[in-house]
């Protein structure tokens, strides 16, 4: 049996109580529920009670010795953060581009000539299995240590059949044999293979009759995304790989209206889709669909900012009723970061969303674009117990003294994984 945690004296204790069932939306992304002078009681990796910490003092008295106190004096506890848009499972680095870019070539420019999704693709493809898992496994380390203890991670980077498998095996030990959790996505549909160019239907049929049959059978992912962007799937095609996936029980996400607009907003609603991401140029029209289906927007800005395009509009999703969350997208082309909380900073200083906002959108809206809504993204009586303490006593520094790891302390599944702002090495493997 492991010793209880007991986590006390949270100057804010920030716990988005009541949101398991739905996303929060409007004026309800605000409502942080903080309990000021907060403790939370963890037994069995799982949160047993929540409250003021001269109450939970009280009540657990007879019990103090038996727990492992972490003691949050000052400091900020919140949910651990969730990002629920990483293509977590690839080999390589992209700088090259990146300098590129910074000379003024565009990522199409740059995809088209064969670099891009394909530079990264080849080199996945020639990674060893366990090259890769020692690439992720590294990656989440990272992850933990910015106070993230759940990521989304997508394929992609195969474009065939044996490499798509190998990154989404990759991604199941990973969840497996690493504290942080890992919720795989399947992309095949994340560029048109050079070989199908000329004929990318044909390529769609692959997909649609044989990959995401055996990615089903194999139970190697719980959804399925499609990258639909002029020059790459059409948003007809887009919309039979989601429909085909659904035959499946894969959920449908979908890459949407990042570069120019394409009605993927529209059809993320009209398909079903669990969330619709990026939604750089989304159309009014997408984006109120969206928000009457429920449709969470996730929302990327690092990968605007690295590309330097202007960010999706955040402030007038939320006010629409549009459910946002926020994610890295971490990728060696687009957004080559781990760092959630510099993805929040943005989301304040480049979506207009308020520093409640940014908290909601990276915890139980995070939740609920992968599915998690009812066991992570608040900290309620029966959730597991994930929390990540931040040395900074209110939740607004966390945004306002920005560029600076907060961390200081990461419980995941009610392990303490992060200690002192450094990861504790032999807890690391679950
Ligand atoms: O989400 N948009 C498509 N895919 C990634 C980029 C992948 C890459 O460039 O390697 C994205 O931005
Ligand atoms: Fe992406």
């Given at each position: ?26 004026g ?6 903080i309990i ?27 019990r ?15 949910p ?5 848009h ?6 390589g ?33 020639a990674?060893?299995?366990?090259e ?16 993230v ?7 992609g ?12 095996e ?51 992912a719980?959804?399925n ?58 159309s009014e ?104 303490i931040?040395?900074?006593?209110n ?11 907060h ?5 995941k ?5 992060v200690?002192?702002?450094?990861l ?7």
């Amino acid at each position: 049996m492991k010793r209880p945690i007991f986590i006390r004296n949270a100057s804010q204790l920030i716990t988005l109580q009541g949101s398991s069932l739905a996303p929060r939306v409007m004026g309800g992304m605000s409502d942080l529920g903080i309990i000021e002078q907060g403790s939370v009681w963890i037994e069995n990796g799982v949160i047993q009670d929540i409250g003021k910490d001269t109450v939970l003092a009280a009540k657990f008295k007879n019990r103090l010795n038996d727990a492992d106190v972490i003691d949050a004096t000052g400091k900020l506890a919140i949910p651990g953060l969730v990002d629920p848009h990483t293509h977590l499972v690839f080999a390589g680095s992209r700088e090259n581009e990146f300098n590129l870019r910074l000379q003024g070539a565009s990522y199409m420019e740059i995809m088209k000539a064969g670099g891009g999704i394909y530079a990264t693709a080849s080199k996945t493809k020639a990674a060893t299995y366990e090259e890769l898992f020692q690439e992720g496994y590294d990656r989440l380390n990272q992850c933990l240590l910015h106070g993230v203890t759940t990521v989304e991670a997508k394929s992609g980077y195969g474009l065939e059949w044996e490499t798509e498998r190998k990154q989404l095996e990759v991604a199941k030990e990973l969840n497996q044999r690493h504290v942080v959790d890992v919720v795989s996505t399947f992309m095949g549909a994340h560029a048109i293979p050079k070989a199908y160019q000329k004929k990318p239907d044909e390529y769609v049929q692959k997909l649609i009759k044989e990959m995401i049959p055996k990615v089903a059978e194999l139970r190697l992912a719980e959804f399925n995304d499609v990258f639909c962007e002029k020059g790459v799937f059409t948003p007809e095609q887009s919309r039979k790989l989601l429909e085909a996936g659904k035959e499946f029980g894969l959920i449908p996400k979908i890459h949407a209206d990042e570069i120019e607009p394409y009605e993927g907003a529209e059809l993320a609603a009209k398909a079903g889709a669990i969330t619709a991401d990026h939604l750089l140029k989304a159309s009014e029209t997408g984006l109120y669909l969206m928000a009457e289906k429920g449709t969470v927007g996730v929302l990327l800005p690092g990968t605007a900012y690295f590309l330097m395009a202007e960010s999706a509009n955040a402030r007038k999703m939320i006010d629409i009723g549009v459910p946002v969350a926020l994610a890295t997208d971490c990728n060696p082309g687009s957004s080559p970061t781990v760092s959630l909380p510099f993805i929040m900073n943005l989301g304040c200083l480049k979506m207009g969303m308020t520093p409640a906002e940014v908290i909601t959108a990276a915890t139980i809206n995070g939740a609920h674009a992968i599915n998690r809504g009812r066991e992570i993204g608040s900290l309620e009586v029966g959730k597991k117990a994930d929390v990540t303490i931040f040395n900074v006593d209110n939740y607004m520094k966390l945004q306002y003294l920005y560029g600076v790891n907060h961390t200081d302390t990461v419980v995941k599944h009610g392990q303490v994984v992060v200690k002192g702002g450094k990861l504790i090495e032999e807890l690391s493997l679950s």
